[in-house]
C-alpha cells in the first residue's frame, strides 16, 4: 500500500504548532474584538459567479475549483468535449471555488445582508483561504487570514484605528522592530500626473512597488523598457527620494505635487490620519509613509497599509486599505465605501519563530497527570482525577497500568507540569507525591493543599 | 447583474450566530483541554486516495472533489473522453478532495506521523468536513465536527472519559434533559450468534438501528423481507426489549447471550466502563445501555456512542465509537486502537435554540460606545477612547459626527452596553454622562470611576 501523504502545499499542524497558532489567532481576534469588530464567518465553497473577475486575470487561474457533483459530464456539449479545450470546458463542470480572500465573500455577504446590517458595519474574520499558487517558502496554497473591515463611512478615523490596532497586535505578540507603510493610491495617481504618465499609472505603479525587492537601478529601467523618458524618471525618484520625518514628507509633497488635485487631497486625507493619531494619544512611532507602497490588489482607491517585521527575511505580514466599490461589484447601487486590514498569521508564526519570540512551554497541555502502579492505585487516581477536575484544573490519568518511568516520560514529551504519584501509602495516608516534570523537585503534601497551589 | 447567492447546503454566519456558535466551540475546546487533549488541525484538501474507501460507497459518491489546475484535460485518454463515462474520468482530472470527517485525517496523520508521536496520543480536532449530501433541516454541505480520540491504547478508562466528557459539555451548556446511549458491537454480534444470523450482521444492525425512527413493527417487517423468521424475529426482540436499570439489563443479556463469546465479552467491557463511571465518582445518570443502538460507520469495533438530547426534534448531537483497525487501512503494520466522540455543533445549536438556552444579550459587542457632537468632541472622544482601551476596555467611536440619535441607536442595535456622551460641558468637567443602553439608566461620573467600574 502506498504510503499516505499530504496535497502539495497543505500542512498539518500538530499540537505543538497548534499552541502558537493559536495565540496569535486569539491574539489578533481579542484585538479586533476590543476595537468593536464583530466577528463573520462566510461558507469554505463560493459560487464561481462570486469569485471571479475579482482578482485579475491571473487571480482567475488560481482559485481552485469543485467538481459538480453527479454525472458533470452529462451536459456538456460533444463539441467543446472533443476540442479538449480545459478552460471552456472549466464553467460546464464546476459552478464552486473555494474562498480566495476574506474580503470579496464579505462584500458578498453585506449586498446579500443590506437591509439586517446596521451601517457602519464593522466586521472581523478568521479564517482559510486557498490559492492555486506554486508553493514556495512562506507561499502555501491555504493559509489563514485574518481580517478587520468596516464598511458604510468614508470617515478617516476608520484608517487610523487600523494603525492602533496593528500596534496592539504586535505589541502584544512582543514583536518590536516592525514598520507600518502607508500611502494612498490619490498620491500614487498625484505622482503619475506630476510625471506626466497619466493612463500609464498601472505599469508605473507595478514597478515602484518592486523598488524594496530590486532596487532603483532595476525599476529604472523596467520604466524605461515600458516607454517612461528620461525626464520623467528623473522626476519620479525625485519625489521618491523624499527622506525625513513623515511631517516633512507632507510637507515636501505639498509643493512636489501642487498642481494636483488628487495628489493633494490624497496628501490631506493621510494628514488627517496622522492628526487622529495625536488625538488619540499615540506618535507615530513605526508609522512610514511610503511613496514605493502600491499593493497589486486592484480594488483599494485611498489609504493603503503594509506592515513588515523588519529583521527577518520574510515579505509583509498584514496589508489592507481603504475600497470605494466593492460592494457595486456585486449589483448594489448604493456605494459603500470600506476600510481593511489583513494579518497573515502563516508569516507571523514564521517570523516569530525565526525571533524566538514564542515560550519555550507553549503547549496547551493539561497540567497535572496521574500516575499509578496497579489496579488499586489506578482506581484510587480516578478519584483524586474527578477531585482535580472539578476544581477546573486540566488532569488526566495515564490510561494503562504501565512501568512508572513510562508513565514520566509520557508527561515529559507532553510537557505536563506536574505528576502525582499514587501509591499505596499514599492512598492510606491521602498525602501524594507531587513531581513537577520540568525541573524534577518533588514534595509531599496533602490533596486539598495541592489543588489549592495548582489552582492559583 | 445578477443577485449574489450561497451555494446551496451552505452557510453564512453573521455577528449573533457566530457568538452562540463560538460559546459552544469554546465549551467543548475548553472541555477537551481540560481532560489532556491536545489540538490538531489538518487541510481541507486531503488525496482522493486518502479519503476513497472509507465511508463506504454511499460516502465516497458524497466527497466534493476539486479539479485539477491547469490543462488538466490534457492527459485524459480520449476514448475515456468519448464515452462521457463521469465516474471513469473523475480519477484522471480530480486528485483531491474536501475533507468528509476529522477520523480519517487523523488516523491519516498518526500514520504519517509515527515516529513523533508519544503513544497515547490524545489529539482534539474542530473544522469544518463537507459532504455532497442532498441538504435537509440540520442536515449542510458544510458543517463543523468536534472530535477527540485517544489512538494507542485499549484501556476502557478511555470510554468513561469520553462520558465524563460528554456530562460536562452538556452541563456548562445548560442542557439537562439528554441520553447518552450506549452500545458495544461485540454485544450486537452476540444478539446475532444468538438468533442464528451470523453472516447478515450487517442487515441486522441496519435495521435495529432504525428502531428509534420507524418503530418495532416496521423493523420486523424489514427483517422477514431479508429473510430472518418469526422464531428469529421473535427471540431478538426478547433481547431488544430488556427494559430497566443498566446494571438489571446486564444481567439479563449475561444469561441470554451466555452461549456466545463475542457477547460476553463485549458485555464484560461495558460493565467496566459502568466500573470506571463509579470509582471517577459519577452517576450512570443520563447513560443508558440501547441495544438497539448500532451506528453506521464500518469502523467500529468496541463500544460506541450516541448523544441525544431529549425533547427536540433533532436527530443525535454526537456520536462515537472505538475502532481498531483504522490505521491498518493507511499501510500501519502495527495494529492501533483508538476511541473517540464527534460534537456535531450544528445540530447543538439547534437544539440549545429550540431550547431557548442563549443568553439574550450574546453578542461578542465593544463594552462602551463613545458619542459626540461635532469635531471638537469627537477629538476628545478618541483621547477618552484610548484611555478604555487603556484599561483593557473594548470600545468604539461612533466614526462619523451624525445626530446622538442615530448614534446611540447604532449602539443599542449593536446590543453595546454603555455610551458616554462628550458635550462640551464633559470636555470641560471631566465629568461624563454614561448611559446605559439596555435600560435607559444614566448618570454623570468622572471618567476614572467610570473606567474603575467598567474593569470589574
Partial sequence: ?????????????GPSTMAKRQFILDTIRQVFQKFGFLPLETPAMENLSTLTGKYGEEGDQLLFKILNSGDFLKEVDPAKLESRNSKSITPDIAEKGLRYDLTVPFARFVVMNRHEITLPFKR????????????????????????????GTDSLVCEAEIIFMIKEVMSRLGVIDYTIKINHRRILNGIAEAIQAMGKESELFVAIDKLDKIGVENVKKELSEKGFNPSQLDTLFQVLSIQGLNSDKIESLNNS????????????????????????????EHVELDLALARGLSYYTGCIFEVKINSVSIGSVSGGGRYDNLTQAFGAKERLSGVGISFGIDRIYDAMEELNLFSPQALLSSKVLICHFDEGTFNHGLHVLASLRKSGIASEIYPEVAKL?????????KRIEHAIVIGEEEMKSGIF?????????QTRLPLETIIQQLSN
Same sequence: chains 1, 2.
Fill in 433 to 441: 507525591t507531587i513531581k513537577n516534570l520540568i525541573n524534577g523537585e
Fill in 405 to 413: 518511568k513510562k508513565q514520566l516520560e509520557y508527561g515529559s514529551k
Fill in 1 to 13: 500500500m502506498e504510503k499516505p501523504s499530504l496535497p502539495k502545499g497543505t500542512r498539518d499542524f
Fill in 124 to 151: 472581523f474574520q478568521i479564517q482559510p483561504v486557498w490559492r492555486a499558487d506554486r508553493p514556495q517558502k512562506g507561499r502555501y496554497r491555504e493559509f489563514f487570514q485574518c481580517d478587520a473591515d468596516v464598511v
Fill in 257 to 284: 505635487l501642487s498642481a494636483s488635485n488628487s495628489g493633494i487631497k490624497g496628501l490631506r486625507e493621510i494628514q488627517h490620519v496622522f492628526d487622529f493619531l495625536k488625538q488619540y494619544g499615540e506618535s507615530d
